[in-house]
């Protein structure tokens, strides 16, 4: 596709649920970036794939938060036990590999987000 | 701590006008710093991206400045029209771990009068 496409675009689950959301990067890019944003706040960093492996996952917040990327393209985020708190826009990105050794990254390119919301 | 921090308040000017918005930082050392547009419900979408040895970077009607010792980036937005009306963030990347990954602002809202 031409870009990063995330589904579903709205999910709405009762407290103590499961969800998962799902991320299609765009064709060929090797980094992929989950992200939460809260309503009048910027995106807030949750883990970073490069390839099939989690290379940082010091933003997921708690072991509720899961996510997976197993054939290197499309990713999945789990949540657990869902809380109010957890509700938000979650946001995916992608990029090419990480440029030259020591050179600055590809730019990222954002999803539509999923919009989470916890009753 | 490390902080990024963006005027809260939104930006209201007339068309035509030049907009400027401002993003600081503290405890940071950025290898480079990003500029973002975002409209109500979509994601963010790469504008401009300056390194840390750059001082300026320009494309059409948008232009970014970096000042590190100020530890400050301007982005100004030329002729302003009102489909230039939207939230524009600021986002540092470190370069200093191995995730390259972004460290956002809360956004400045623009909205441009026509």
């Known amino acids: 596709g031409a870009g990063v496409s995330q589904t579903p675009s709205n999910k709405v689950t009762e407290k103590g649920k499961y969800v998962e959301l799902r991320c299609d990067p765009i064709?060929?890019?090797?980094?992929l970036y989950w992200y939460r944003q809260s309503l009048g706040q910027g995106p807030e960093f949750l883990i970073y794939f490069q390839g099939t492996g989690a290379a940082d996952d010091s933003g997921l917040p708690n072991d509720r938060f899961f996510a997976v990327r197993p054939e290197g393209s499309v990713s999945t985020l789990k949540i657990q036990r869902t809380e109010r708190g957890d509700s938000a826009v979650y946001l995916c990105?992608?990029?090419?590999?990480?440029?030259?050794?020591?050179?600055?990254?590809?730019?990222?390119?954002f999803g539509p987000g999923t919009r989470l919301l916890v009753l | 701590s490390q902080k990024i921090e963006q005027n809260s308040e939104a930006l209201n000017i007339q068309e035509g006008k030049t907009a400027t918005l401002t993003c600081n930082y503290t405890n940071y050392s950025p290898a480079y710093l990003q500029w973002y547009r975002q409209d109500p419900g979509r994601g963010p979408v790469f504008l401009l991206l300056?390194?840390?040895?750059?001082k300026e970077k320009r494309k059409e009607r948008l232009k970014v400045t970096f000042d590190t010792t100020l530890k400050q980036s301007l982005f100004h937005i030329t002729a302003s029209q009102p489909a230039d009306s939207a939230t524009y963030l600021c986002?540092?990347?470190?370069?200093?771990?191995?995730?390259?990954?972004?460290?956002f602002g809360s956004g400045t809202r623009l909205l441009v009068r026509p």
């Open positions: 064709s060929g890019h090797t980094a």
């Open positions: 990105a992608s990029s090419l590999a990480p440029a030259r050794a020591g050179g600055p990254q590809e730019t990222q390119y």
């Open positions: 986002a540092l990347e470190t370069g200093m771990d191995s995730s390259y990954k972004l460290i």
């Open positions: 300056i390194r840390e040895n750059e």
